[in-house]
Nanobody, 124 residues
Framework: QVQLVESGGGLVQAGGSLRLSCAAS????????MGWFRQAPGKEREFVAT????????YYADSVKGRFSISRDNAKNTVYLRMNNLSPEDTAVYYC?????????????????WGQGTQVTVSS
């Protein structure tokens, strides 16, 4: 069992930045592919970014490419999402997810454990 706890969300003005963190319990964090997803009110949960076990490979949704950066620190059991140049369209609850298959995925079905989410609100 893995527990994921997100933090770092909040209210920010358009053009601002935030860094989300996701702390994982358990000793096998370094064997999980990790992902970030988001869900805006009335919309489906959508893929944001994913990172491989070693951190050597990352993939992003087109909507965030060039503005967001995913990284991980396996020694700290933590994955991060750095978000720059935020826009109101980025407003959503952001979730981190862990996949025991160790395979990066842009699909929610590719992940086995989910955090409770952290709210990000971007004002115009």
């Amino acid at each position: 069992q893995v527990q994921l706890v997100e933090s770092g969300g909040g209210l920010v003005q358009a053009g601002g930045s935030l860094r989300l963190s996701c702390a994982a319990s358990g000793r096998t964090f370094s064997s999980y592919a990790m992902g970030w997803f988001r869900q805006a009110p009335g919309k489906e949960r959508e893929f944001v970014a994913t990172i491989s076990v070693s951190g050597g490979r990352t993939y992003y949704a087109d909507s965030v490419k060039g503005r967001f950066s995913i990284s991980r620190d396996n020694a700290k059991n933590t994955v991060y999402l750095r978000m720059n140049n935020l826009s109101p369209e980025d407003t959503a609850v952001y979730y981190c997810a862990a996949g025991v298959s160790s395979v990066t995925s842009s699909r929610t079905s590719g992940y086995d454990y989910w955090g409770q989410g952290t709210q990000v609100t971007v004002s115009s």
